[in-house]
Structure formats: structure tokens, C-alpha cells
């Protein structure tokens, strides 16, 4: 059980975390719920953290963020033990699959050696041991065989069924790493894949980049208010495919946020990632969008960018601080342009 906290002490947390949810545009629904008790537990700092950063001044939380954070920061824990639970399960039906087919092999073995000694033992000494006897011996040994080959069975029909809860957990896995909306990596995802690359790159493993675009769609809290949130999360989605159809394999995609998204991108230099940046910006600008109803094109979708090459020795957070302050940058400075991040 993930909760042990006593009546008293939930009461408690009950009644700080209802005025926290009470000021969010989400409804008070059990995802809400969720994270504002495990903020105010403070068994949680990573998503303590976030909510902090996210609701800082009178931002609040609306829906897509609400489950997002959910998704990430607390759905993620108990997929993260069923997956550890089904791998170690997964060794140890193996492992006894593995003794149970040497132990019929075994017993399959003596049973034969057996038969074959009685048959050689002189005719005197198997009277001596009686017919019935060596009946029973044998048929002993040999149900000793049999039962071992059914154990076999029992345990290869495990093993399938294993590596189907395992296959589910992958998925589950999968999903838990990618945002729903837009088919891209999540946040979680992207700050994983962040974690792996600084430490490869500090390893020496790899020699070039990384560098890092932030992106933000302009204006989209208008597009929201204009034409309502079923067309910008269409508009989400379509951005997400321009930057995932512009960007190689090695690249990672990542719905940041909102209408924010990060393009990590291994092995690429400051030249690269400018150039690349300023790709995407022509690529959606140019892009079409239909208005609802009545299918007419609608006015320009553009985005501003930051763009930051990694600096030997940064954190992860500083290193996404410097490509996001170039971004906010683009937006102060007109929007629908990219701007590199000087060193720091």
C-alpha cells in the first residue's frame, strides 16, 4: 500500500490540500486530488517542485496539466514496481522452468538406467527381487518422470503468460512516457532523456553538442479563447508532427508543457541547432490549418524558439534555463523568431 498515513493525519492533509485545488481551473476530480495530497504530504519533491513552478503567482492549473502531472509524477510509481515485480517474477519462473526440464531430463535418464540394470541382473537375483518389486521401482521412476515433464509444462505455460504481463507493462510504460494529446514524448520522458545524455556527454561517450530548442505557439491562449480547445488542441497536434517530421531519429521530441515543447537534439552544435530551429519556424508558419465548420484556412500558426548548446559542466536545469530565457527573449522581441542563448 503507497499511503500509510493514520485517519487523523489524512484529515489533516484533506483539509490543506482542498483549498490548493479549490483555487485551480481543474474540477475536484481524483487526479486533482491526488497530487495536491501527495504535495502537501511532502512525500513527493518532484512534483512538489513543479506545482510551485507552474502555479507561481496566480497561474493555476487547467485539465491537460492536472493529468499531466498525475501521469508523471504520480501514476508513474506504481508502474515502475509493476514493471520491477513482473521482471524479477519473470527470472525466477525461468529459473524453475530451467531446474524443472533438468530435473525431468534427470529422472527420465534413471529411469532408463534402471530398466536396463534390472534387465541385466541374472535371472536368480530378480527372482530374488521379485516381479511385483521391479514393477513397482519402475513404475515409480517413471512417474517420477512424468510428473517432472508436466511441471515443465505448467511452468513453459508461466513463462507465456509472463511474458505477456510483461509485454502490457511495456506498453503501459510506453504510454507512460508519452503525451497522450500530441503523440510526442512527455515531460517526464524528456527529462529522462536529458538526464542520460549530460551524463553520457560528461562521460566523454559522446564529443558534439547537445543542444536544446525551447518552443512556445504564439499566441495560443487567443487561438484557445477564439475558436475553443478542441481546435487548439489540434493545433498542438499538428505542431507536434511538423517538429517530429523535421527532426532525424536520434532527435527527441517532447511536449514540454502547455503549448511549450523541447527539441533535444544529441550530437548537434549551436551552428545545427540554430539552423534547425529556424527550419521548424518556416515549416509551421507555412503549414495550414482549417478553421472549424466551415474548413477555411485559417491565419498564420507561428512559434518563437530559444536555442541553447550545451556548455561542459552544466546542470540539466541551467542548461533548459538558458534555451527557455532565449525564447521568452523571441516572444518580448516580436515573436515568430528564434534567438540564441549566449553563454553563461
Known sequence: MKYRHSKNRSLYLLREAMPLMSRQEAALHPYSYAIWYEHVSGENPSLSAQLERLTAGDARLDEDTTRRLHEEFVAEIDRDSARRFLEKLQ??????????????????RFAGD????????????????????????????????????????SLDQSQGEIEELRAEVKRAWRDALTDPLTQVSNRRAFDGALQELLQER??????????????????????????????????????????????????????????????????TDAAGALALAQQLR???????????????????????????????????????QRADQALYRSKQEGRNRVTMAGAV
Open 282 to 320: 518556416v515549416a509551421i508558419e507555412q503549414g495550414s490549418i482549417h478553421r472549424p465548420g466551415d474548413g477555411q484556412p485559417l491565419g498564420r500558426i507561428t512559434i518563437s524558439a530559444g536555442v541553447a548548446a550545451y556548455q561542459t559542466g552544466e546542470g540539466g536545469e541551467h542548461f533548459v
Open 114 to 153: 534402471l530398466d536396463n540394470w534390472l534387465s541385466a541382473l541374472p535371472g536368480p537375483a530378480r527372482e530374488a527381487l521379485g516381479t511385483e518389486a521391479v514393477d513397482r521401482i519402475l513404475q515409480g521412476a517413471q512417474r517420477v518422470a512424468g510428473d517432472m515433464r508436466r511441471l515443465r509444462t
Open 91 to 108: 527470472d525466477v519462473i525461468g529459473a524453475m522452468a530451467d531446474r524443472a526440464s533438468e530435473a525431468g531430463e534427470g529422472a527420465g
Open 202 to 267: 560528461e562521460a566523454g561517450e559522446v564529443s558534439a553538442g547537445p543542444a536544446l530548442v525551447m518552443i512556445d505557439i504564439d499566441n495560443f491562449k487567443l487561438i484557445n479563447d477564439t475558436w475553443g480547445h478542441v481546435f487548439g488542441d489540434k493545433v498542438l497536434r499538428v505542431v507536434a508532427q511538423t517538429l517530429r517530421a523535421h527532426t532525424k531519429g536520434v532527435d527527441h521530441v517532447a511536449r514540454y508543457g502547455g503549448e511549450e515543447f523541447a527539441v533535444l537534439l544529441p550530437g
